[in-house]
């Protein structure tokens, strides 16, 4: 049996209409300038999470905040939380740099994300 823990929640990513301002308040929040700033995408590495900011939800539409957990082997949780309920929203694709996510739908309809690094 595979490793089912996670290793906690570590990404964040939010929705934003509007990339710049979004940019400046999230700097005055976290106190560092971001690491990824591009027009599609702003990340910030602070205090051990990553933050985005993705303008008008991404392809993936999002409305709202996305918490995406960590975890060793994203088949087998998205296996085990899809049996136990969980309605696949996003397979499992890769995002680049060996960085696998999906999302899924908990019963309420609540998107979660699921994260591994390669």
């Not at 709202?64 to 949780?77: C, G, M, R, T």
């Amino acid at each position: 049996m595979s490793d089912s823990s996670t290793q906690g929640i570590k990404t964040v990513l939010h929705p934003v209409s509007d990339l710049a301002a979004a940019k400046t308040m999230y700097t005055a929040l976290l106190g560092v300038a971001p690491e990824a700033d591009g027009p599609y995408y702003v990340g910030f590495e602070a205090a051990g999470q990553h933050i985005g900011l993705v303008p008008g939800g991404g392809p993936q539409g999002m409305t709202s905040p996305v918490a995406y957990w960590h975890v060793p082997d994203i088949e087998a949780k998205l296996a085990e939380v899809t049996a136990a309920g969980a309605t696949v929203k996003e397979p499992v694709h890769d995002v680049g740099g060996g960085r696998l996510v999906a999302t899924v739908a908990d019963p309420d309809g609540n998107i979660l994300g699921l994260l591994q690094d390669r």
